[in-house]
């Protein structure tokens, strides 16, 4: 019988090895509890999806106001990968600012209906989130907030639409914006869905109106606005705006292009009072435009007051395809003050609608602020496409997003005599992928499913080797 042997060496790098093994399992452990104890969140998504943006957080600390937001659903029962477990991620960060968060089966509880929606008016229901403030209650859909699916990625909007309802509940009132019909706009619940919403966020409420049907703007519009009309006014529609704008109103036009000879002489006599003109042409642009598509102009805001917090973070461009161009005229009123917001290159040529040979140079306007000292402002766009539903859904997106947040943010702070009110934007989830040819491919799959395990076999083999003369 041969005498059994302990070969020191083996021990040592066994021991080492078992040793080595025990500590990192006891750090797993030590670090999961220091977890499970504290209130620890890290949010290692690349567009921050878990974490609120500072326009939130600066909205929140503002909020002096009780807020609770209802998660109509039993949260001990969402499974993991569920939209829901994203969007009680996100309510958890606004728990930090004082927001009441609480989770209320409807199944269990059926008096919770009836709480938030006493007059059962709102169409809440199981699955809804609802944020409510004293007797304002705002009801938001889940997959609302998940958001749609785009050519870069997820429409995320739960964040805009969570602060946005907490801001339209704490509001002592909600202003309403009325967007005009009757001369071919866009419609407001098909084209400008995503306006729409981006409008409500910050607390306005949207609305449809029809100048041929009243005598004059109701009482409680603080905004019209003209999504690219057609056809002019008519006389009379011509006189209730004009009633409206001498009484200090506010108003935003938006006008495309018209492939007609047709005048618009009743909206263009507006204008007039706050020197702004309407151009009957199209612009284009080989230097600054889309590939291929010298009609898809890429324009930059120009340096001034109004565009201050957008310059600060140098150039800001937006993408209006399909534009007329506007023109500032040399009319001396000491009352008024014209600004160009955004203009075209020097490269720009303005193409005559009626005359395709009568072009003219560049730069030109794309937008216009009019405003008449202590009374009326005006907002003059010669594009209103990059705000539809359409371009913000196209594989120009993000382009056609920075023109909505200019808009949507000029439109609250200088329309509404503000000059810090925050907005809140979407944010996109991309899924980063990697494009390979076929051959690329060929090669990556050799060398995965070939060379990879060989190397780990002979790896293997050398430590085997070295191991057994130890």
């Excluded at 495309?256 to 263009?268: L, Q, V, Y």
């Excluded at 907005?423 to 996109?428: F, L, Y």
Aim: hydrophobic letters at 40%; a neutral charge.
């Amino acid at each position: 019988m041969g005498k059994f042997k302990i070969n020191k060496k083996s021990l040592k790098y066994g021991s080492n090895s078992i040793l080595l093994v025990v500590i990192v399992l006891a750090l797993a452990v030590i670090i999961n509890l220091l977890v499970g104890l504290g209130d620890f969140r890290w949010d290692l998504t690349s567009s921050n999806l878990y974490s609120l943006s500072e326009d939130s957080k600066k909205i929140l600390n503002a909020v002096k106001k009780e807020v609770t937001i209802y998660g109509l659903f039993d949260d001990g029962h969402i499974p993991a990968g569920s939209q829901y477990k994203e969007l009680i991620n996100l309510l958890d960060e606004y728990k930090d600012y004082g927001i009441k968060v609480t989770y209320v089966d409807p199944d269990k509880d059926p008096g919770t209906l009836t709480f938030l929606d006493k007059d059962k008016t709102k169409g809440i229901a199981k699955g809804d989130f609802v944020v409510k403030s004293g007797n304002k209650v705002k009801r938001l859909i889940a997959s609302e907030l998940y958001g749609e699916n785009s050519m870069y990625g997820r429409v995320y909007k739960a964040e805009p639409l969570i602060t946005g309802a907490i801001k339209f509940v704490t509001a002592d009132s909600t202003p309403i914006a009325y967007f005009v019909e009757g001369h071919s706009e866009y419609s407001l619940t098909s084209n400008l869905t995503q306006l729409r919403a981006d409008i409500e966020n910050n607390n306005f409420e949207a609305k449809s109106l029809s100048l041929m049907t009243v005598e004059k703007i109701p009482d409680d519009c603080k905004l019209l606005i003209f999504a690219s009309p057609k056809v002019d006014l008519s006389e009379s529609e011509k006189i209730v705006l004009k009633t409206y704008l001498e009484a200090g109103g506010r108003a935003v036009f938006l006008f495309d292009p018209i492939e007609s000879d047709k005048k618009m002489t009743n909206f263009e006599e507006i204008l007039a009072t706050y020197n702004v003109a309407l151009n009957y042409d199209k612009v284009r642009d080989t230097t600054n435009c889309l590939p291929g598509d010298e009609y898809s102009l890429i324009a930059a805001l120009t340096s001034n007051k109004i565009n201050s917090s957008f310059n600060s973070y140098g150039e800001f461009q937006v993408l209006m395809p399909d534009s007329r161009s506007l023109s500032v005229l040399q009319v001396a009123k000491e009352w008024l003050t014209t600004t160009s917001l955004i203009t075209t290159s020097y490269d720009a040529e303005s193409v005559k609608i009626t005359d395709q040979d009568a072009i003219e140079k560049g730069p030109f306007p794309l937008a216009i602020a009019s405003e008449i000292s202590g009374g009326s402002k005006i907002l003059v766009f010669g594009n209103g496409t990059f705000l539809t539903d359409a371009a913000l859904m196209s594989r120009y997106a993000s382009y056609f997003s920075n023109g909505k947040v200019y808009f949507t943010s000029t439109l609250v702070n200088w329309l509404s005599d503000k000059t810090d009110e925050t907005t809140i934007s979407p944010k996109i989830v991309s899924t980063k992928s990697l494009s390979t040819t076929k051959s690329q491919a060929k090669i990556i799959s050799i060398i995965l499913i070939g060379v990879v395990p060989v190397i780990i076999l002979v790896i293997g083999l050398v430590v085997w080797t070295r191991r057994r003369h130890l």
